[in-house]
């Protein structure tokens, strides 16, 4: 398991329906607050549009780590590689705005539950 992903604290809470993968398209993760999770929960293999429409979207290759000030949950998705723009740091990778951008094998991981601690 990566630390970057801290897989043994997080539990999945869902998967949007899977698709075979291209040699032509990324594995990439993002970062998101509850509110965008439940925006990703509705749109599940397109970005949702709410987040396209001002900028391109941060997104961060699995061998980065947290980028600072990002939310609790890690979504986890495949887009077209030809969608990728450079982000600030070398695994950081931006999506090209554009009206749709598809996703493929969406899943939503958020923190594990702190079970028996105040």
Do not use: Y
């Amino acid at each position: 398991m990566s630390e970057s992903t801290n897989a043994c604290q997080e539990k999945i809470l869902f998967v949007a329906a899977t698709h075979a993968i291209s040699s032509q398209q990324a594995l990439v993760f993002r970062w998101a607050s509850a509110g965008e999770v439940d925006l990703w929960s509705h749109s599940r293999e397109q970005v949702p549009s709410q987040l396209q429409a001002e900028r391109n979207l941060p997104v961060a290759l699995p061998s980065a780590t947290k980028p600072p000030g990002t939310g609790p949950f890690r979504l986890e998705f495949w887009v077209d590689e030809n969608l990728l723009l450079p982000g600030a740091h070398p695994e950081w990778r931006q999506i090209r705005r554009q009206t749709e951008v598809k996703v493929r094998n969406l899943r939503v991981f958020g923190p594990a539950e702190q079970g028996g601690r105040a």
